[in-house]
């Protein structure tokens, strides 16, 4: 039996002509709408200002959905790595990222990801599916529920599994709805997409006239590198992308994070630091170097301390702006998909299905 739609996949625009349409008035439709992404309503009987009519009519068309929770760890710092059950059974990676006041959730947008880089736990079988609006948006709604009283989501990132920017209409429907005060009503600041840097999708974003965070995940200052580390983002020329996050630039008046992963013996040695200090020379941005997360089965690793010390100062003495990003969660495998990938090769492994 096909399953029903969701109420969270609806944009927000669409709540009061479907009043209108079930011949309900049109603030009918608003108060729906707070219902889903306001107050959190878990069934069709909570909504006690909707007409038992209007209620009846709903529960014909739509499901007031939220994603289950599969696995759920937490680390020492607080960071907590949620793998999310999809209806159809497929799993998502969700994090928890606390941070003194900041409460922020990092959310996926697909399920697999089609640019497999090489590094990364989420590329290996490459692209399942694309999330739908309202699983993209619902990651936000399970963190806030699982928090505890008096605490509330501050941030977002859109950086987990998938590449956000492939799942464009997705994504524009989940920022908005995020965003807009008639959804949840995130400061477009405190929202950050992160891509590998498709420029003419990059455009896109930009005409939203949002002042969203954008994130461009570098990983290596020369085109044959990243095309090795990016496979399936080597048609992006680096020229391209960087004249594209310059007009972003342009458009939002934010400076752009270029997000770089440290591979030992592979993009983490002076000459590449001198070569990404030259390409970003003068550029309005900031550089996060992460040191990457091993991953079981891959043989990546992370430099020694004072090679990454150096990479850093050789950036600094550039004039650019460079941060090193400890990786969190190591302990609950919460970096890039890891965890996830680690309760589905449980689940195959075990005689009986879960629960
Ligand atoms: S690092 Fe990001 S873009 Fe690359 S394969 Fe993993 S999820 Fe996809």
Redesign the pocket.
């Known amino acids: 039996m096909a399953t029903l739609p969701s109420l969270t996949d609806l944009a927000l625009s669409a709540f009061e002509p479907l009043a209108a349409e079930l011949g309900e008035p049109r603030f009918a439709g608003k108060n729906l709408r707070r219902w889903v992404f306001e107050r959190h309503a878990r069934d069709f009987a909570a909504m006690s200002d909707l007409s038992k009519r209007f209620r009846a009519a709903l529960a014909e068309r739509f499901v007031v959905r939220r994603t289950a929770i599969a696995a759920d760890r937490a680390d020492p710092g607080g960071t907590r790595a949620f793998v999310l059950r999809l209806a159809d059974g497929k799993t998502i990676e969700t994090v928890l990222i606390p941070e003194e006041e900041r409460r922020t959730v990092c959310v996926s947008t697909q399920v697999g990801?089609p640019?497999?880089?090489v590094f990364?736990a989420?590329?290996l079988d490459g692209l399942i599916r694309n999330l739908t609006p309202g699983e993209i948006i619902e990651q936000v709604l399970v963190v806030q529920e699982a928090l505890p009283p008096g605490e509330s989501v501050t941030n977002v990132v859109v950086m987990g599994?998938?590449?956000p920017t492939m799942n464009l209409p997705a994504l524009e429907q989940a920022l908005a709805t995020w965003n807009d005060p008639a959804g949840l009503g995130l400061g477009a600041r405190r929202i950050t997409i992160s891509t590998?840097g498709f420029p003419a999708r990059i455009d896109r974003l930009a005409a939203l006239k949002k002042e969203f965070g954008l994130a461009i995940?570098l990983h290596a200052p020369r085109q044959e590198l990243r095309e090795k580390l990016?496979p399936n983002a080597g048609g992006i020329l680096l020229r391209d992308l960087l004249a594209a996050t310059r007009r972003w630039f342009d458009a939002t008046g934010r400076r752009v994070t270029f997000e770089y992963v440290l591979l030992d013996g592979i993009n983490a040695s002076e000459r590449e630091a001198t070569e990404l200090a030259a390409l970003l020379r003068g550029f309005p941005c900031h550089v996060n170097l992460i040191p990457v997360n091993p991953v079981d089965g891959l043989p990546y690793r992370r430099p020694a301390p004072d090679a990454i010390d150096r990479f850093k100062a050789i950036l600094l003495g550039a004039g650019l702006d460079a941060t090193v990003r400890h990786p969190r969660g190591d302990g609950i495998a919460a970096a890039?998909?890891q965890l996830r990938l680690k309760v589905e090769q449980d689940e195959s492994r075990a005689t009986t299905p879960r629960a």
């Open positions: 990801c640019v497999a880089c990364c989420s590329g599994i998938g590449e590998v995940s990016l890039c998909g």
